[in-house]
């Protein structure tokens, strides 16, 4: 699987931006996929899951109903909304996909080249 996001940019805070990931090869709709972000000097850390079965999603605690995941499978796209943006959602952000329903990046065996997201106060 190969994945490519795109979407981010420079946002004030309180405004929204749209993050996308397309995916390509071979089985894409089998696997789950996620978001994670990294910060400077941080580890990279879970954001929003789509389950592989499209009835299930979850979500980084941090994220407060903000951001919403969803998955278009006649496009092969994953998408993330995110709204009500702080400058600490600032990051760089990468959509994986993976075998287990996991919000660990080690469970997850292909990632995007990121797409990096600042917000500004």
């Known amino acids: 699987v190969q994945l490519q996001a795109s979407g981010g940019g420079l946002a004030q805070a309180g405004g929204s931006l749209r993050l996308s990931c397309a995916a390509s090869?071979?089985?894409?709709?089998?696997?789950?996929y996620a978001w994670f972000r990294q910060a400077p000097g941080k580890e990279r850390e879970f954001v929003a899951g789509?389950?592989?079965?499209?009835?299930?999603?979850r979500y980084a605690d941090s994220i407060e109903g903000r951001f919403t995941i969803s998955k278009d499978n006649a496009k092969n796209m994953l998408y993330l909304e995110m709204s009500s943006l702080k400058p600490e959602d600032t990051a760089n952000y990468y959509c994986?996909?993976?075998?287990?329903?996991?919000?660990?990046?080690?469970?997850?065996?292909?990632w995007g080249q990121g797409t990096q997201v600042t917000v500004s106060s």
């Open positions: 789509w389950h592989v079965s499209g009835r299930n999603t």
């Open positions: 090869g071979r089985i894409v709709n089998l696997y789950h």
């Open positions: 994986a996909a993976g075998g287990l329903w996991s919000t660990t990046t080690q469970d997850f065996g292909y």
